[in-house]
C-alpha cells in the first residue's frame, strides 16, 4: 500500500472525526455567551421591577398611630402597588420572568387579596384584569408560553 493510499484509508477518516468532534465544541462555546447574555436580559428586567417597587414603598408616608410607627400610603400608593403587580402579572404571562423570581414575587401578588384597602381600589379600577383574574384563580401561574420555549428563553 502506497502513503497516499494508506493517508487516505487510515488517517482520512480520524482526521474528519477530529474535525467533527471541534466543530461540535465550537458550537458548544459559541452557545455560551448566548445564554449568558439571555441570563442578564431577565436579571436587568426583573430588577427594573424591583427597583420600582422599592422607589413606590419608599414614597410612602411613615406616621405614628397607637405610639408605633405605620406605613400610611395614599390611593395613589397603593393604585400604583396594583399596577406593579399588573405589570410583573404581565410580563410573567408573556414569558418575561424567571421561575424562581416568580416563586418570590407571587405570594406578594395574591396578599393583595387581604388588604381591603387595596381591594376597594381594585373593584373601583377600570383597568387591573390580570390582576383580577390571578386572585380569582387563587394564584394560578399567568405564563402562556410552552415548556420549550420557556426553557430557550431560561425561565426554568
Known sequence: ???STAFVVEWLPNLANAATALGGAAIVL???PFMQARKQRLRDAEQWY???YWAIQDRIEVGV????LRKMPTAKDMYDELRLCEDELDQRKSGFITDTTWDLWSPSI??????PDKMELL???DELSLLRAYLETEGKDPIEIGWVR???RGLH
Open 150 to 152: 420557556a426553557q430557550l
Open 50 to 52: 424591583v427597583d420600582r
Open 1 to 3: 500500500m502506497d502513503f
Open 30 to 32: 459559541a452557545l455560551v
Open 65 to 68: 398611630v397607637d405610639g408605633r
Open 123 to 125: 373593584r373601583r379600577a
Open 110 to 115: 395574591a396578599a393583595v387579596a387581604e388588604d
